[in-house]
């Protein structure tokens, strides 16, 4: 290993199709000299096609289905048990459309990244898609930040940037995004790790 003593323990959170966790497994895998290793996807829905792309790579997975408000609570504290026994050092929120509790990030005290679909600190929140076509930008981007107690915002670390295509929907602009987001997310999870101090841009 070159500039750090041992990889860092990377557990990944999604709630979903996990293409954004997919693309920084691969990243972790495929790179030697990754400073980081995949060693566990969480999710907060035991359907997240995701999570079936995780257990075919042999990264452990705990999913829990959040169904009444008491659930949260019941999510986060087994959540925080198996993060502590598979000794993460970061999470990588990957379309994790929970909210994690100030408890939550407070009890687990390291670093975690977030990817938002949007240029923050504008359309923070959700459908950001449909809310940057009906504002008229002609730009459009996805964000990578730390987290906050306060949703979407924190320390920004990189951005990636794409032109609004004339006539191009919500779903157009999503698609058109997305690998552009994995993109963006695989060079900052690496820039962070080495601690290098680089925030990333990218304008396509
Ligand atoms: C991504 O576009 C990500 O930026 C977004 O959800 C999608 C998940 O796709 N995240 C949020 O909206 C979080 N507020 P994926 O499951 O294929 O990575």
Redesign the pocket.
């Known amino acids: 290993m070159t500039s750090f003593d041992r990889k860092k323990n990377v557990a990944i959170f ?10 920084l497994i691969n990243d972790m895998k495929n790179e030697k000299e990754h400073p980081g290793q995949p060693k566990l996807v969480v999710s907060n829905n035991t359907k ?3 999570l079936v792309f995780a257990e075919k790579n042999s990264i452990e997975t705990f999913a829990f289905n959040i169904e009444k408000i008491e659930d949260n609570l019941i999510f986060e504290e087994k959540t925080l048990q198996v993060l502590k026994e598979k000794n993460i050092d970061i999470i990588c ?5 929970k909210i994690l509790s100030e408890k939550f990030i407070k009890s687990f005290s390291k670093p975690i990244l ?4 949007s240029l923050l600190p504008s359309f923070k ?2 459908n ?1 898609h449909q809310r940057a076509l009906k504002a008229g930008c002609l730009i459009h981007g ?1 964000t990578v930040h730390q987290i906050t107690n306060k ?2 915002e924190g320390p920004i670390l990189g951005q990636t940037l794409i032109d609004i295509t004339k006539n191009s929907d919500a779903k157009q602009l ?1 698609a058109k ?2 690998p552009h ?2 993109l963006l997310y695989k060079k900052v999870l690496r820039e962070f790790l080495k601690e290098s101090g680089k925030k990333i841009l990218t304008i396509n």
């Open positions: 999604i709630s979903g199709k996990g293409s954004n966790m997919m693309a997240a096609a995701g929120l990957a379309g994790f459309m977030n990817i938002h679909p929140g959700l950001t996805a949703v979407d999503e995004l997305l987001e994995h």
